[in-house]
């Protein structure tokens, strides 16, 4: 590695001009990156209800429905004027109401009042639109336009399209202020008014390389977009500053600036590198989820930190060679205590609280399995927002609804007739628009009208529309799916194919809950691993892990015992990210507490160790925290919400565990430590006598 690093200070311009040119791609690239903005598309390709949505695709030319429009107070013949002007909408391919299922030339008395009210009630109508997926925001907007302020429109489509905006301009908001956080908290903790610049100028060169590198992706979820260059910012701090530090104290046993970072990176090279190894395996481990949203923000993550690593190893030593000079002249006397009494106190208090800790996980462990859960995009938004309060004005007037679309091999009117009558008697089911149930089965289908047979049958396959009164998840949506799709099975056992939003999310719920053990487990076990080898110790790596882990489990054990309802992919993806960005801290204090353990007894090794580390866990734990709840209580996206709550909550609850349990477990597990770890000895006053 001296050879490497030798080569890398000799050669400035060219590394310096090489990342200058990455990072302005990077930027341009960076527009390039499309944005997902739709969960279901990260469903697996063989789950039922995305082989569903390919078969409708192939089949017929309208989609499922996927937003409800409602105008309030219009007669029949306004309702049918707004209808038209719906249809003729661009970036609109189907509009459905009252006039698709009865006849409305006759009076509505002696029609089935639970198909009119399901379109008409107290003057009020709604219209069941499918918005092509293609200018999606744009016909959004469109429609607004049409229906305006006043009327209300909801579904995921709506809800896509508002997070489409919003988030963006959210995130931007989040990003100012945590950069100007970092700066401050840095301003504080370095002794140096250049030293925070030269830091984050690194740092931003290396979120703009992985922002454009995400290009290789194709296209991004918005959970990714959201979150991963505030989380590289906060995760990769640390690295930039340990080696300034460490060139710091090179200089002054060798004055030659250039031989003292070669110095400096072979010495940091196996701190930063082993703290960078298990933040990446832990982000690593979402790749192994099955819901693709996982393991796009594991990937995105995890090369994120690797290009740290890189920028840290190659392009920050020439930066702060070059920049020193500056970095003397701008040197300030040091703000942040010794934390000295902080370490007596901790000393004191470790044994208690290691045990509290510890009584306090199982039953946080068990609760964290227990939580209730919101699984889809049906509740991303709340009350407070616009589509919140038309959700709630729309469901005060029709109640809950949604709409599936069930497809079945043509061929047998017959079995046809009766899978309708079957599906008549759930009482979910509203209203169903199907060719036996609209047409009859008498009728020759040669004798219908091209547009409405092109709808409701294909080569293949007749469809049906069935207008659903329920939520668009919960137990009592997921057990009308199952009734539905068993309904299905009898009459087309094997051959039948249901798609809609409620549908999509069951299979989401049931892909992702099968994911969490996997998940957790997997990156548990490979942070395990990492730490088994560069620490060659049994023992640590259970101390370390546990310490973590207990802190997660609190963390998400929170929400049961406040009756809260969680975000599932918040809950999933926070477990692998708590572990990955704040299992440093753990290994920085242990690195410590083993260096200063083989001069000193243990209790005075531990007030050292805290006396060393605090600052540096402080500077990278309260940055994390603070852009977690940055993105928490600014997002009005609930899962990036939800996401940011639990990550600034989680980072607190890491450190709370290195500076308060980690040093309780280390003094109690003293004699174990030192009898499996590798070539470890401890200091001894006895022997010393």
């Known amino acids: 590695m001296r050879k490497i690093y030798s080569w890398v200070v000799k050669n400035p311009k060219k590394i310096l001009i090489g990342f200058f040119l990455l990072a302005i791609s990077g930027i341009f690239l960076k527009n390039m990156v499309s944005v997902n903005y739709d969960m279901t598309d990260y469903l697996p390709a063989d789950s039922p209800s995305t082989i569903s949505l390919d078969v409708m695709n192939k089949e017929f030319d309208g989609g499922i429905p996927n937003a409800r429009v409602m105008i309030k107070d219009v007669s029949i013949a306004e309702a049918l004027d707004y209808k038209e002007k719906l249809k003729n909408c661009e970036g609109v391919t189907d509009v459905l109401w009252l006039d698709d299922s009865v006849s409305i030339y006759q009076p509505l008395e002696i029609a089935d009042q639970n198909t009119v009210e399901t379109y008409y009630k107290d003057k009020n109508a709604l219209f069941t639109v499918t918005v092509a997926e293609e200018g999606l925001v744009a016909t959004i907007d469109r429609i607004r336009g049409i229906i305006g302020d006043e009327n209300a429109m909801t579904g995921d489509a709506v809800s896509t399209a508002i997070a489409t905006t919003g988030t963006v301009d959210e995130i931007m908001v989040i990003t100012v202020f945590s950069i100007l956080f970092v700066l401050l908290v840095l301003l504080i903790t370095t002794q140096s008014w250049t030293e925070p610049f030269v830091i984050l100028f690194g740092l931003g060169v290396a979120i703009m390389i992985n922002s454009g590198t995400n290009l290789i992706f194709g296209e991004i979820s918005f959970v990714t977009n959201a979150a991963c260059s505030i989380l590289q910012l906060a995760v990769s701090l640390d690295y930039s500053v340990f080696l300034i530090h460490r060139y710091e104290e090179c200089l002054m046993e060798n004055p030659d600036r250039d031989k003292a970072m070669v110095e400096a990176l072979c010495k940091s090279t196996s701190s930063i590198a082993s703290s960078g190894l298990t933040t990446v395996i832990g982000f690593l481990a979402l790749v192994f989820m099955r819901f693709g949203i996982g393991s796009d923000l594991g990937l995105a993550l995890a090369k994120g930190v690797a290009i740290s690593l890189i920028t840290v190893f190659i392009f920050m030593p020439v930066l702060i060679v070059r920049v020193y000079p500056l970095i003397q002249k701008t040197h300030h006397k040091k703000l942040m205590p010794e934390f000295k009494g902080f370490g007596k106190l901790v000393s004191h208090i470790m044994i208690p609280m290691a045990l509290v800790f510890i009584v306090v996980a199982i039953p946080s462990y068990m609760a964290s399995n227990s939580n209730s859960y919101y699984y889809g995009s049906s509740m991303i938004y709340g009350t407070d927002t616009q589509y919140g309060q038309d959700k709630a004005a729309i469901e005060d007037i029709f109640g809950k609804d949604d709409t599936y679309v069930l497809m079945i091999p043509n061929g047998d009117v017959k079995a046809e007739q009766s899978l309708s009558d079957a599906l008549c008697d759930i009482p979910e089911i509203t209203n169903i628009l199907s060719y036996v149930d609209t047409v009859g089965a008498e009728i020759p289908k040669e004798y219908l009208n091209e547009d409405t047979l092109s709808q409701l049958v294909s080569d293949n396959y ?165 852009v977690g709840f940055l993105l928490g209580y600014h997002s009005t996206h609930q899962i990036l919400s939800q996401l940011g709550i639990f990550l600034g909550r989680g980072t607190l609850l890491s450190m709370t565990s290195v500076f308060f349990v980690l040093p309780g477990l280390l003094y109690l597990f003293d004699g174990l430590i030192q009898k499996t770890t590798y070539k470890l000895h401890f200091y001894n006053p006895r022997k010393e006598e």
């Open 462 to 626: 007749n469809r049906f529309v069935l207008s659903v009164e329920t939520d668009y998840e919960g137990k009592k949506t997921f057990d009308l799916v199952e009734r539905i799709r068993d309904t299905a099975n009898e009459y087309y056992p094997g051959t039948y194919c249901l798609a809609g939003e409620g549908v999509s999310t069951y299979d989401l719920m049931d892909t992702i809950t099968a994911d969490t053990l996997k998940v957790n487990m997997i990156a548990i076990l490979a942070v395990f691993l990492i730490l088994l080898l560069t620490m060659k110790s049994l023992s640590l790596p259970f101390i370390l892990v546990f310490a973590i882990e207990a802190a997660i489990w609190i963390n998400v054990g929170i929400p049961y015992f406040t009756d809260s309802i969680v975000m599932y992919i918040a809950y999933l993806i926070i477990s692998s990210i708590q572990l990955g960005a704040t299992v440093d801290y753990a290994i920085l204090f242990t690195d410590r507490y083993m260096e200063h353990r083989q001069t000193m007894a243990k209790k005075q090794a531990i007030v050292e160790t805290i006396s060393v580390v605090t600052t540096s866990v402080l500077t990278s734990g309260t940055v994390l925290a603070v």
